[in-house]
């Protein structure tokens, strides 16, 4: 039986009629309602999740798991607000989330009742729809809240894919569960615009392919995929192609290049195509911002102006996948139909392409001292040995960086707005969502800041946690001159002498832990081939110094 409430039952139908299936609920009494309705519809499957801001991102990791909008729901007051940060990286990702929230009726809002605050368009511009339902009295108010839920969940699927907020206003009383079956609601359809393939390949690819010093950036994509592979291993005879392990799986150690080489003139490029989202490498956005003789065109699903390097040409609306496919089927056609290659552009490919082999075999070569630095060469090197399927997440911070040099594979990362709260909530819930092995790799304050992301009785033993532990937040230690603040080790680096080893007793979560090379290694065997019925935790703790001595040792060297 469903409760009597029309907009909860309307909102439901209309849910499962658009395609949602899953839903990471958080307790309360005023969203019981919508909790029973969604617990009780087939098709539905519900996630208990206690800690609204973990919630959050665990309900972005199973959207990003199989790449569909999955729904949040939450009751009233500040329990709306912690969803913030997920909101914001779900939006920024373009995963966006259908965060649904139960609220007073507006006559009580500010009159000094329970669990009230104002919550309509909470999230302001963090969301592309919010809603407000009322609570149907008459034919037109059903049609209104059964429009504005339908605006709502083809927004969330629109281009960009932004996250939606749908307000739940509820008056009591709540719990009459009475109604056997679910409204058929109208459910309306919306296509999609599409990618202008001729124009993109008359115009973008034309420019592209006819440049002197032709470079193809990619940005961070939103899953991996076998063909974008193909498309960029293609396009890399004629065209420079840098790309990082956020968008696909072949090591471009670029940002080493740059390092090493500084401001080469011979690598900079006269035309410039960028497609994905963010770019972890602050070098290469320096590098190109300095270009001032570079045109850029950029591919973006939203169609908006994201002028990352500066020097902005032009915009292409449309998918990225499908952008770099039309691109590579381009560079093949000219090629079959026996048109002169660009020989220029060639050796500027082939200089960009010989100076990253150079780095990798620098990279394959250096045997880092024990440290942040060698648990994720010797983490990555072990996973080339497995032949089950994984996903691997990283946290944002040293640790991306690190999977940027070791990295062989996709990379999953929260680099939407970059925080590092969530890393562990966003792997948990993609766990949830998977039968496959997930790893995560997060550091010290980024695992126990979202430490609650263990507090859950469905996780299951594919999920394998490596913390890297040196006490503080080490990437504070590569900033030049911040050591020399008073307010550096407990203001800014957070110093402390916490382990993760009670957290993963009360969680029920199989711990382990190293302090050297041998240790690591039997730890990494531990957490690869274990057989665990919940998630088990590898903590490698290492002196800050150290890491940064370590990494700085690794510089040298390349530059040498």
Known sequence: MFGDKKNINILTSLLIAHGVRKAVVCPGSRNAPILHSLNECDGMTCYPV?????????????????????????????????????????????????????????????????????????????????????????????????????EALLAVRSAGRGSVHINVPISEPLFRFNVERLPVERVINKLSARLDVESFRQIVCGKLLSASRPMLVVGQLGKPSQAIEDALRRVSTS???????LSDGTLRPFDLVLASLDEDESLRPDFLLYVGDTIVSKRLKNFIRKSACTEIWAVTEDGDVHDTFMHMSGVVEGDTMEALQVLAKELDARNEHGKSENAEACRFAELWNGRMEVVKRL????????????????????????????????????AVRLACIYSRHYVWCNRGVNGIEGSVSTAAGFSLATDDVVFCVTGDLSFFYDQNALWNVDLKGNLRIILLNNNCGG????????????????????????????????????????????????????????????????????????DKRVMADFMKYIKE
């Open 239 to 245: 065209v420079a192609v840098l790309s990082e392990p």
């Open 475 to 546: 990437i504070f230690y590569s900033l030049q001159g911040l050591q020399d603040s008073g307010a550096f080790d407990r203001l800014v680096t957070a110093r402390h002498d916490v382990t993760a080893q009670g957290i993963c007793v009360q969680n029920g979560v199989d711990y382990h832990s190293a302090r050297n090379l041998d240790e690591l290694r039997d730890g990494l065997s531990v957490l690869m081939t274990a057989d665990c019925a919940r998630p088990i935790l590898l903590e490698v703790f290492t002196d800050a110094e150290e």
């Open 50 to 150: 206690t800690d609204e801001r973990s919630a959050g991102f665990y309900a972005l990791g199973m959207s990003l798991a199989d790449d569909n909008p999955v729904a949040l729901c939450v009751t009233s007051g500040t329990a709306l607000l912690n969803l913030a940060p997920a909101v914001a990286e779900a939006t920024y990702r373009h995963h966006g989330l259908v965060i649904i929230s139960a609220d007073r009726p507006s006559a009580w809002i500010g009159q000094l009742d329970g669990q009230t605050l104002h919550q309509p368009d909470a999230f302001g511009c963090l969301v592309c729809k919010s809603v407000n339902l009322p609570e149907p009295h008459d034919d037109v108010e059903y049609w209104h809240c059964n429009r504005l839920v339908n």
């Open 363 to 398: 990279i394959n070569g250096y045997k880092p001292a024990y440290s942040q630095m060698a648990a994720v060469r010797m983490f990555e090197r072990s996973l080339q040995n497995i032949g089950y399927r994984r996903h691997v997440h990283y946290a944002n911070s040293n």
